[in-house]
């Protein structure tokens, strides 16, 4: 069994902690419902990449201003973090939109139309 390396662990870490703290700590309305997906972090530890999907919004256009609001909160999110993490170090956070729900979601239709379409041309064949 692999090990996690301590990246690995502080990004597990980060994706639970940020996503409680998004919910009950950023009040702005601008945010909505917010669900981190995932967070990559830099060797180094310094940095932090992390993925958020926003509940009704279907694209990273879409999800611009809540992106905005979540990365000027950055620094405070950051802050709480580092008084519930005893590390030396908390990474800087910058957060991104997660794109790959959608993506899954419209392969998915696109496999479920493509057997749609299968079944109906073998019943026209028949």
Known sequence: MKEFSRTDRIAD????ELGSLIQLQIRDP??????????E???DLSHAKVYVTVM???SAEEAKESLAVLNKAA?????KVAKSNNARTTPQLRFYYDSSIDRGQRLSKLIQDAVESDRSRQQDDE
């Open 13 to 16: 870490f980060l994706k639970r």
């Open 30 to 39: 601008r945010v909505g419902m917010v669900s981190v997906t995932d967070a």
């Open 41 to 43: 972090v830099s060797r």
């Open 56 to 58: 009704g919004k279907d």
């Open 75 to 79: 620094g405070f999110l950051r802050s």
